[in-house]
């Protein structure tokens, strides 16, 4: 069945630094993904829409500045952390579906963790 | 705005046992999806079930259905025969439409504990 690989899984950063997590559809092309967050014992919220080729959509409150997304292609997208900070330590998930079939549905990645310290 | 409530923080069933989870859901929107995803301790998401709204019929998965109540935007979920790999997250999630470049908006939540 389709997946979707997140990568990595865990991260331990320092304040100040920038952490990259990578999000790839592995059997499907994906012109949109989806970034949520998800802080401990809550639901998932949605950060931001990824598109292929053009500027990524963040939902309101979301810093597009901190939070950088780049869909170069059809099975790639990224999600940057710039200059992290304790309170930007949570878990990210991304998801995807395959973009020949609007009825398919959403795949998760694993998620990251991601520390800050 | 959509928006999806979970009104259960916590559930817990007998093994073997019937619990259905609460789920309620508003939307102005006639096209759209509703499932339900599991999150166990992995925090993978898994899709249990999904029912599309023009859909009539309550959608099936084995030991999981829905109760899809469209009129007074309800969609439960009951899990019969629980067993303890059940224990997880369930959060009840909505779909706007048909275009791929629709997300989900997922309610807070139920921990669901199966008793041995």
């Known amino acids: 069945g389709a997946v979707v690989s997140q990568h990595p899984s865990r991260v331990i950063c320092k304040s100040g630094t920038s952490v990259k997590i990578e999000c790839r559809s592995l059997d499907f092309q994906a012109t949109t993904m989806f970034w949520y967050r998800q802080f401990p014992k809550q639901s998932l919220m949605l950060m931001a829409t990824s598109n292929e080729g053009s500027k990524a959509t963040y939902e309101q409150g979301v810093e597009k500045d901190k939070f950088l997304i780049n869909h170069a292609s059809l099975t790639l997208s990224t999600l940057t952390v710039t200059s992290a900070h304790p309170e930007d330590s949570s878990f990210y998930i991304c998801?995807?579906?395959?973009?020949?079939?609007?009825?398919?549905?959403?795949?998760f990645g694993n998620g990251t963790r991601l520390t800050v310290t | 705005a959509q928006t999806v409530t979970q009104s259960q923080p916590e559930m817990s069933v007998q093994e073997a046992e019937t619990v259905t989870l609460s789920c309620t859901y508003d939307?102005?929107?006639?096209?759209?999806?509703l499932f339900w995803y599991k999150q166990p301790p992995s925090r993978q998401m898994i899709l249990v079930i999904r029912?599309?709204?023009?859909?009539?019929q309550n959608a099936t998965e084995n030991r999981f259905s829905v109760n899809f109540q469209k009129a007074a935007k309800s969609f439960s979920l009951k899990i019969s025969d629980s067993q303890l790999g059940d224990a997880a997250m369930y959060f009840c999630?909505?779909?706007?439409?048909?275009?791929?470049?629709?997300?989900?908006?997922f309610g807070k939540g139920t921990r669901l504990s199966v008793i041995a």
């Open positions: 029912q599309e709204a023009y859909k009539q």
């Open positions: 999630a909505y779909r706007r439409g048909h275009a791929g470049n629709t997300p989900l908006v």
């Open positions: 939307t102005s929107e006639s096209d759209y999806y």
């Open positions: 998801s995807a579906r395959d973009s020949r079939d609007s009825n398919s549905p959403l795949h």
